[in-house]
């Protein structure tokens, strides 16, 4: 940086050379600048038009204040926990597990994948989900995830279970006749993780020179 001093110096070297001008330049009213300042600055917001949306007749249940005030979790994330405590309630509330998958979860919250697979991690982190993978038995990969609801995520009166529901006591149970059709079974992430890589690291091994031999 240049010194104040060494500023003025320059400043009454010009002067004196130059002489101190008489009429001092604006930009007109009329320029191309403030034209353009009118036309971003000064233009009315434009609204965008709705995006047709389905009333659904879903419920979410009572969670806890904790989920809100978390400053560990983004907005994102608490949508996303909503959203799952309203799947899992409508599909398994006795045990609060339930499996789903990333795809529906991006489609529900209208984000990426890998959004959605942060958002995930950080409800995970914090201790208000647990995740597994559900592998197939068959093609071996993975089908989706068994989401389970932790005690974190709900308020003090509903931490053991849901209040039970009204319903027909002569009603006829679920099928089964698929139960034996999609075999799986469930494994950590980590494990997971691990066997996803099993394949680059038996690459990368070939690739090593052999050992040197021992005389």
Not at 73 to 98: F, P
Not at 151 to 165: G, N
Not at 177 to 204: G, H, Q, S
């Amino acid at each position: 940086m240049h010194d104040i001093a060494t500023l003025h110096d320059h400043l009454k070297g010009r002067i004196a050379r130059d002489g101190r001008r008489q009429v001092v330049e604006t930009i007109p009213a009329d320029s191309v600048r403030r034209e353009r300042s009118l036309r971003t600055c000064h233009r009315p917001a434009r609204r965008k038009p709705l995006m047709p949306m389905r009333e659904s007749r879903a419920y979410v249940p009572e969670l806890s204040e904790t989920l809100d005030r978390d400053p560990n979790l983004c907005d994102g994330a608490r949508r996303c926990a909503r959203i799952l405590t309203a799947y899992i309630y409508r599909r398994d509330r006795e045990t609060r597990v339930s499996d789903i998958t990333v795809s529906y979860l991006s489609r529900a919250l209208g984000r990426c994948t890998r959004t959605v697979q942060r958002y995930l991690r950080q409800l995970e982190e914090s201790g208000y989900i647990h995740s597994d993978v559900i592998a197939s038995c068959k093609s071996r990969m993975c089908v989706g995830l068994a989401v389970t609801l932790l005690r974190k995520l709900f308020p003090k009166h509903h931490a053991q279970k849901w209040p039970a529901s009204a319903g027909t006591p002569g009603a006829t149970s679920l099928s089964q006749n698929y139960r034996f059709r999609f075999k799986t079974y469930l494994i950590p992430v980590w494990i997971w993780e691990m066997r996803c890589t099993d394949p680059i690291r038996d690459a990368y091994m070939k690739t090593l020179p052999p050992l040197p031999a021992l005389h």
